[in-house]
């Protein structure tokens, strides 16, 4: 809940909560409100109440492991999703924990073949380098580049998903207990389409088995950048994950990268997200 939607839950002001949250551990409620947060914690979810006293411990150990499951196809654009669970996960530079709902994310990148029954479904314009509104025959299994903000988002709705949050894509990259690149803790370029390691341009988005996430997800290093849904100030979205121009440094899963939503480039994509189905 928003804070201003946590006060009226509780039937306070959201001055009150503002107070609270200032004031940390040092505050003492009043009976009635006392009352009130133990009543509404009592009245959650069993799911609820174990995400709030993970938390509440900062218990990292806690933190649900991984249960892998078998990709499956969506139903409109025929790509292979996983399921990445419920659950804790170790989110930003500080490993801060955060917990997300269960989602499905794409395990490849949107690919050219995707995006061109995608324009053959809608009319949506065709990318810049395609021509006669067909993409160059050996770049099939390649990421679709040249793409807005608007057109990753046109393609989501579509396909009846979304783009992921940037907290979405993180856990599919790191895992719930944060791991620094999607492969582990070793800092290899060679896992990645990178500039230090790739051919300078796109590849196809099965080419690097031994840099896939926890999850089985392709390409979260390297590559493409991918468009999120988070916008980080009016009109720019966050990128993530670098791309075949970027440095490894700036493939880091938790690097921060964003671009005006009509931004177009032949280093970013975008994959899609969705509920469990």
């Known amino acids: 809940m928003s804070l201003r939607e946590f006060a009226a839950h509780l039937g306070i002001s959201d001055r009150m909560v503002s107070k609270w949250e200032a004031a940390g551990e040092q505050i003492h409620p009043r009976p009635v409100n006392q009352a009130a947060l133990d009543t509404s914690l009592a009245q959650s979810s069993a799911e609820v109440r174990r995400r709030f006293e993970v938390l509440l411990a900062g218990d990292a150990a806690a933190i649900d492991t991984i249960h892998l499951t078998q990709p499956v196809r969506h139903p409109v654009d025929g790509k292979q999703m996983v399921l990445v669970e419920a659950g804790l996960f170790l989110q930003g530079p500080n490993n801060d924990p955060h917990w997300l709902p269960a989602f499905y994310l794409d395990v490849y990148p949107t690919t050219n073949a995707d995006y061109a029954r995608f324009i053959a479904a809608t009319g949506h314009a065709a990318p810049q380098g395609w021509t006669d509104g067909t993409y160059p025959a050996r770049l099939g299994n390649h990421p679709v580049v040249f793409v807005t903000w ?7 709705e579509w396909s ?3 783009l992921p949050t940037s ?19 070793s800092a290899s370029a060679a896992k ?18 031994s840099g896939t996430s926890p999850y089985g997800v392709y390409d979260l290093c390297g590559n493409v950048w991918e468009w999120t849904s988070h916008p980080s100030t009016p009109g720019r979205y966050e990128l993530k994950g670098g791309a075949f ?6 493939a880091t899963p938790t690097a921060f990268n964003d671009a ?5 480039d032949d280093d970013t994509g975008f994959r899609c997200v969705a509920p469990e189905f």
Do not use: I
């Not at 005006?260 to 177009?264: F, G, T």
């Open 150 to 156: 608007h057109d990753a988002a046109a393609y989501a």
């Open 160 to 162: 009846h998903k979304g």
């Open 167 to 185: 907290a979405q894509w993180e856990k599919a990259a790191r895992g719930p207990l944060g791991k620094t690149y999607p492969w582990g803790t």
């Open 192 to 209: 990645c389409n990178c500039r230090d390691n790739g051919p300078g341009e796109t590849t196809a988005v099965d080419c690097y088995p």
């Open 245 to 250: 121009t970027s440095p490894f440094a700036r």
């Open 260 to 264: 005006s939503s009509k931004m177009l």
